[in-house]
């Protein structure tokens, strides 16, 4: 599993960096035209989440990868024979649906663990191999775009998810792709079954707020504060930027192990009120260094603390409804991915660039505020 979701990013993360440039190059896109690729692949995620937390245990959970992986290829390649823009859009949009029938079904599969011990740090072990894949596909990917040609991102992509889908196919799930509940005993009202359940509801909206706060602050305007307050150049932005991704990769095991030990609420809401702080506290700062200081620890903050919604989730809701909890928690967390960046860049342009951080600072605290309410409920019905 850990194989394929590595593979999985590597195709993502080549087509992150280049396709503005495909945009530029091939239908001479404006920034409006750029910036709806992100969001139709979002929104064909928010659909197909939750219907595929349905169909996991039915259809079994290696087809569906399978299919999945297949259609984000499909798209692929039917995008680089498209000249409209439409067209085009539309099978960005397919590409989400198939990211979303993988992803659901991959989260789903490492928190399907019969001892709770562990699933902190199996949700930290497929983040972390999501983001090494990312990386690695973002260094190669503007060579690829330069050296071999608009279409080869795509290509290479195409690659990775008939790879991916090879590795599935033979080697993974051989046990998980049994359906682990009786055929037709899930309908639509198991999703308010799973809201009912003490935590579900608040991870949820948690897990909105860090993935809002991830794209629509750290991702899009950080880069901007650091060249209008911190004065540095491209290359010194590319370097702090780095921090933070090197800072969540070292922080992402130490969360989940930890939780495992302690508990999942007495490392989250801790990790969230010092990823608070850190958040609050960079109007104060200017100087390079200490930038990059502040983005390795931001990265860090964010990293002990992303693994620990699904885990608790995975901890408080049954095995026959672990499916449809996580469609519909990946369902929350493609919806701040949609309006994270549309509402922190609106704050931005109407108050001053610095108050999307402080408002990030607010949510995070009114979370650490819920979650510490929660943990008395679950610690008075334990």
């Not at 139709?40 to 245990?57: C, H, N």
Request: hydrophobic content about 55%.
């Amino acid at each position: 599993m850990l194989a394929a979701a590595a593979l999985f990013n590597v195709g993502q993360g080549v087509l992150r960096p280049t396709m503005p440039l495909y945009l530029r190059d091939v239908f001479s896109a404006n920034y409006r035209m750029v910036t709806s690729i992100p969001t139709v692949f979002g929104l064909g995620k928010w659909v197909a989440s939750l219907p595929t937390g349905y169909l996991l245990d039915r259809l079994g959970r290696r087809s569906l990868m399978t299919c999945g992986l297949l259609l984000i290829a499909f798209s692929d390649l039917a995008s680089v024979m498209t000249s409209a823009y439409g067209v085009f859009l539309g099978f960005r949009a397919l590409a989400g649906v198939g990211w979303a029938m993988f992803g659901t079904v991959a989260t789903t599969t490492m928190i399907d663990l019969p001892a709770a011990q562990r699933r902190g740090r199996a949700v930290s072990l497929l983040l972390m191999s999501e983001t090494s894949g990312l990386l690695l596909g973002s260094a190669a990917g503007g060579w690829l775009y330069q050296g071999l040609g608009v279409a080869s991102p795509f290509v290479f992509e195409a690659a990775c998810m008939l790879l991916s889908a090879v590795v599935v196919a033979w080697w993974a799930l051989p046990a998980a792709s049994q359906a682990t509940t009786p055929r037709g005993s899930l309908d639509w009202r198991s999703v308010a079954t799973v809201l009912r359940t003490p935590g579900v509801l608040l991870m949820g909206v948690t897990n909105a707020a860090l993935i809002a706060i991830q794209t629509g602050v750290l991702v899009f305007l950080f880069p901007l504060y650091l060249v209008t307050r911190g004065g540095v150049g491209p290359d010194a932005i590319g370097l702090i930027v780095s921090l933070s991704v090197l800072g969540r990769l070292l922080a992402l095991w130490l969360g989940g192990s930890v939780s495992d030990r302690w508990g999942r609420m007495r490392v989250l809401i801790p990790g969230l009120m010092a990823y608070a702080v850190l958040l609050g506290t960079l109007m104060f700062l200017s100087h390079p260094l200490a930038l990059g200081l502040w983005s390795l620890a931001v990265g860090a903050a964010a990293g002990v603390v992303a693994a620990l919604p699904t885990a608790l989730i995975g901890d408080q809701v049954p095995p026959p409804l672990q499916g449809v909890a996580i469609g519909w928690l990946r369902t929350m967390t493609d919806s701040g991915q949609i309006l994270g960046p549309l509402v922190m860049g609106a704050v931005a342009d109407a108050v001053d660039l610095s108050t999307p951080f402080l408002l990030g600072a607010a949510l995070l605290m009114a979370a650490a505020w819920q979650c510490g309410r929660q943990a008395r409920v679950l610690s008075a019905s334990t």
